[in-house]
């Protein structure tokens, strides 16, 4: 259990710190980086040596780079143009280290403690080089773990080396770049305020328990799992001394399934710290959309039959044995661990989905993930215990048969939809123009006519044996695929909104034809402020300022269900001048607008594409991260009203009209 435990957090680690800092490196967290760091350069008779210091807080540790990489994540240096203007003499060189076993990752880590330093040897290849660039990628663990980056410029030439810990570009002309960025707002205090009802968030995380329950069901169904069910409960019944005896067992058995999931979900809250950031990263990041891609390939693929996803035979072997040793209570709660581990093959893929799902959700990512575990955790425990009650129940399950196999089959399927929707935002965060709506839509059509032929049984995978016969529950299986193929087929032809799946398929303006207007439902909008601004001044109308994302699946629902309400849509065609900034969009600015943005005297963020300007032109005047986000300003940059991230169509629609309000004398 350890073991499965350490694994999930390494895998996030290695996955999702590294693109929260590439994502979100800069922004003010409640976490301020705990290590300052300082560089001088050493000239020697035929080479130079780099020096990089770290200055860390009290209890913290910065993890060197040739720490264990199956615990925290070692740091690593990335020497910017080495090879054409200089080489490396060795590799670099650390200053004394500490080393200390970790209990959770179970390896000993060698880790910095106050001080530390690393030491790289250059030999020039180029005399005229001006500067020698170095990058490092590390992270620092106290109660919780933060990733940073920080970038060293070292100038060659006497004279020009900058002061300690400053980066290249916080000169006048960065001033003036970041001094742009920053609004003078009038009647900031109506910023504050919330129209959110305070049972959204309960709300939502009882939808999540509910698809964690639903997973669970399914998950039920499955060739893994379906026939321990009477096995295990005639165990509990017969093995026990009395009914009463083997009711206790069962039930605890029961309870047991349910904590194993709920441990499963622990791990995540160490990043809670960082949370907003994770989910964000997921969102936007394009090569953690494209490792998703492939993990829900995959897990199509083994519910398809071609291979099984299986974790090590030795761990449900060793499970087993030590619940035959430890009996009592113990020994049931590893037998529950047994079926957890034996029956990943199928459960796996299922709870990948759920991990999927709450990424794409709002909220905490470790909140979300522990109602969906739960969820499902009490659906798969609810027949051992329901049996273990009733037992004469147990004559009324189907027998086992190919029926799972087909329950696997279309667990595949909707892996694939799964799948495609992470490449989606690949594909829209990068600009690449391979799934555009419609080639979106046309894959799911095909997905979708896919099952149900399958379902009617016009072909079957061969890795599965004969067919489990065209029963009903298939056909009404096939008959709601195809409904679902026609309501995509709808929106496909007539362009219309698909409000039952907003959020998924890609902006109706991110098309393979050529349309009149780039914004949400054909509105005129403009993407750049300062030429929003300048429109709304010479047509004196109020700005609607949108804070937005290619990869924002709440985004896109506020566009497609809220947006395209009639009196909604009126307002924002002849009221408003609509300004949507995509914090996420990763084209890079020219090289005269890239600058680094100072927040303070220790903290900096570099602005290299759009997305880095309009999230740093977010958090700087309104003190936000997170997305849709909405503001109403005057020409004259009057706060109209408090900043709102409602989805509710009615509240949104008495926001925007209280804001013209505001603007009359």
């Known amino acids: 259990m350890e073991n499965y435990l350490r694994s999930i957090r390494i895998g996030l680690l290695a996955l999702v710190l590294p693109a929260v800092v590439s994502a979100q490196f800069g922004l003010p967290t409640q976490i301020e980086d705990p290590v300052q760091w300082q560089q001088s350069l050493q000239r020697g008779d035929s080479t130079l040596t780099l020096v990089m210091e770290a200055e860390i807080q009290e209890g913290w540790h910065l993890y060197t780079q040739y720490s264990d990489p199956n615990g925290a994540m070692p740091a690593e240096f990335e020497f910017v143009g080495e090879g054409t203007g200089y080489l490396r003499e060795g590799p670099v060189e650390?200053?004394?280290?500490?080393?200390?076993?970790?209990?959770?990752?179970?390896?000993?880590?060698?880790?910095?403690?106050?001080?530390?330093?690393?030491?790289?040897?250059?030999?020039?290849?180029?005399?005229?080089?001006?500067?020698?660039?170095?990058?490092?990628?590390?992270?620092?663990?106290?109660?919780?773990?933060?990733?940073?980056d920080h970038e060293f410029v070292f100038r060659l030439k006497e004279g020009t080396t900058p002061p300690p810990g400053k980066m290249e570009g916080t000169d006048a002309r960065a001033a003036a770049l970041g001094a742009a960025l920053k609004l003078d707002l009038k009647y900031t205090e109506r910023l504050r305020g919330s129209d959110a009802p305070a049972e959204a968030g309960e709300s939502s995380l009882w939808v999540i328990f509910g698809l964690g329950f639903l997973g669970g069901l399914i998950a039920l169904l499955t060739p893994c799992v379906f026939p321990l069910i009477p096995l295990t409960v005639s165990f509990f019944t017969k093995q026990s001394g009395s009914r009463g005896s083997g009711i206790r067992r069962a039930l605890w058995y029961g309870a047991s399934i349910i904590l194993i999931y709920f441990l499963l979900s622990l791990p995540f809250h160490f990043f809670d710290s960082v949370d907003s950031q994770i989910l964000n990263s997921i969102a936007t990041n394009i090569w953690l959309n494209l490792f998703f891609f492939v993990v829900f390939i995959a897990f199509a693929l083994s519910f398809f039959g071609y291979y099984e996803l299986t974790l090590p035979a030795s761990w449900a072997n060793r499970v087993d044995a030590a619940s035959e040793r430890i009996g009592g209570g113990v020994g049931i709660f590893f037998m529950a661990l047994t079926l957890a581990i034996v029956s990943f093959s199928c459960t796996g893929p299922i709870l990948g989905g759920l991990l999927g799902s709450t990424a794409l959700s709002e909220g905490s990512v470790a909140t979300n993930l522990t109602a969906g575990m739960l969820g499902f955790g009490v659906a798969l425990a609810l027949p051992f215990t329901v049996f273990a009650l009733f037992p004469a129940g147990l004559s009324r399950l189907p027998a086992s048969g190919g029926w799972m196999e087909t329950v696997k089959v279309v667990l595949g399927f909707l892996e694939l939809a799964l799948a495609f929707k992470f490449l989606s935002n690949a594909d829209l965060v990068g600009h690449w123009g391979l799934l555009k709506r419609e080639v979106f839509l046309g894959i799911w059509i095909a997905l979708a006519l896919g099952l149900a032929l399958y379902l009617l049984g016009v072909f079957r995978f061969k890795s599965h044996g004969g067919s489990a016969g065209i029963g009903w529950v298939r056909r009404a299986l096939a008959l709601a695929s195809l409904a679902f193929a026609g309501y995509l087929a709808y929106g496909l032809v007539t362009r219309q909104p698909l409000q039952g799946l907003s959020g998924?398929?890609?902006?109706?303006?991110?098309?393979?034809?050529?349309?009149?207007?780039?914004?949400?439902?054909?509105?005129?909008?403009?993407?750049?402020?300062?030429?929003?601004?300048?429109?709304?001044?010479?047509?004196?109308?109020?700005?609607?300022?949108?804070?937005?994302?290619?990869?924002?699946?709440?985004?896109?629902?506020?566009?497609?269900?809220?947006?395209?309400?009639?009196?909604?849509?009126?307002?924002?065609?002849?009221?408003?001048?609509?300004?949507?900034?995509?914090?996420?969009?990763?084209?890079?600015?020219?090289?005269?607008?890239?600058?680094?943005?100072?927040?303070?005297?220790?903290?900096?963020?570099?602005?290299?594409?759009?997305?880095?300007?309009?999230?740093?032109?977010?958090?700087?005047?309104?003190?936000?991260?997170?997305?849709?986000?909405?503001?109403?300003?005057?020409?004259?940059?009057?706060?109209?009203?408090?900043?709102?991230?409602?989805?509710?169509?009615?509240?949104?629609?008495?926001w925007l009209t209280a804001g013209l309000r505001a603007m009359e004398p």
């Open 94 to 148: 650390e200053s004394e280290t500490h080393t200390a076993y970790n209990d959770i990752f179970e390896v000993d880590e060698t880790f910095y403690k106050e001080q530390g330093s690393f030491r790289q040897r250059i030999r020039l290849l180029d005399p005229e080089l001006d500067q020698i660039v170095v990058r490092i990628h590390y992270q620092v663990c106290e109660e919780v773990c933060i990733p940073g």
């Open 504 to 654: 998924f398929p890609p902006p109706d303006f991110y098309s393979v034809v050529e349309l009149e207007s780039d914004c949400p439902l054909g509105l005129d909008c403009y993407k750049d402020f300062e030429a929003g601004l300048e429109v709304s001044r010479e047509s004196g109308k109020p700005i609607l300022l949108d804070f937005t994302g290619w990869a924002c699946v709440n985004c896109r629902k506020m566009e497609e269900q809220v947006w395209s309400d009639p009196a909604v849509f009126q307002l924002l065609k002849d009221r408003y001048i609509l300004v949507s900034l995509y914090v996420d969009d990763r084209e890079a600015l020219p090289e005269d607008q890239q600058f680094v943005y100072r927040f303070n005297a220790e903290r900096t963020k570099r602005i290299q594409t759009i997305g880095d300007r309009w999230a740093t032109f977010q958090t700087v005047n309104f003190g936000s991260v997170s997305q849709p986000y909405y503001v109403a300003l005057s020409p004259d940059l009057e706060v109209l009203g408090p900043a709102v991230q409602t989805t509710d169509t009615e509240t949104y629609r008495e």
